[in-house]
């Protein structure tokens, strides 16, 4: 007897189509692999968009291969680089270890470690001393590894787990992957440190838009569903409220005093950071091959969807401010347009 049953998703139709258009517009033009993106509905963490790239048509499905059907968003597994300092530094405000203004000593590099350690380094040129907000405006390593060095490392591991980092994604219905966080033990200061801007970790894109969105739902981890009805819905407190909205802050300042040519809209608040990630290929980090990043929210006071998205193996421009930055910001434009949100005063660059 064949039994059958109806489900309805939370995927708005309008949203998965300026998805899926973003990515196939940016994707070939930067000469990149496969790429995905995701939009969460803040409050309720359903998913109303999941876009993969490169496409197949699912009404011939048995034409494309297993590889060509992959639900990219819910099984690639990637480091997420520098995108994960602003979840850090959120960390850090909540246990009281910084705050925005708390100035750092950055040079462009530094050892961490001790005997076994390494030498860690920014890419892109900064002052010497940079705040809080500044480490996230200039995506410095160096700063984050000052940020979280008095960060107790079973504290640290603890949030990035609570954020869903390491953990399985209890999501109804539809299969979906598990990133790794390594196992405490592990954890000396080059760990640490390294972890504090998205090395040596890694996550599905349904991971890291479920964590960001802590930040959009000022505070709270709610489970992602993309499924209507489909089981409750998971949620605990990771950050105070307050906490929240300072990082929200940040990372509005992140787009409006950095990226906002690539990032952000004239006339509307939207936050977020780049992470641009080395990919291990052969068991060691590649100069080559790279991931591109973005995770954010909008509007950025009181955000109504997170978006992220990830660009794997581009060979132009393959940096998050240039890659995955300006696909963010064509998703964002579609979505306040099909809102019908009216603009306040223009933001300046």
Known sequence: MLFRSNLKLTLDTQIQAAAEAALAKAVPEHEAEYASALVLETR????????????????????????????RPFLDVFEPGSTIK??????ALNEGLTTPNTLYSTPMSRFVGGRWGSRIGDAVAHPSTLTTQGILRYSSNVGMSHIVEHFEPKDMRGYLSR??????????VI?????????LS?????????????????????????????LANDGQYVAPRLVEGAGGVERREVLRPEVARTTRQ????????????QAGIKGYDLAGKTGTAQVVVDGRYSSTVYDSVFAGFLPAEAPRVTITVMVHGAKVRHHGSQLAAPIFREISAQVLSGWGAVPHAQNEE
């Open 250 to 261: 940040l990372l509005l300042n992140v787009i409006n005093e950095g990226i906002f040519s």
């Open 163 to 172: 954020y869903g980092f390491g953990q399985d994604v209890q999501i109804p």
């Open 86 to 91: 602003a979840l850090v530094v959120a960390a």
């Open 175 to 183: 299969p979906a992957g598990t990133g790794q966080l390594r196992p």
């Open 44 to 71: 309720t963490g359903r998913v109303l968009a999941a876009a993969s790239y490169p496409p197949f048509n699912p009404n011939e499905w048995r034409k494309y291969s297993q590889e060509a059907r992959r639900n």
């Open 186 to 214: 592990e954890w000396g200061d080059l760990v640490r440190a390294t972890n504090a801007f998205g090395q040596g970790m890694s996550s599905t894109n349904l991971q890291l838009v479920s964590a960001f969105n802590v």
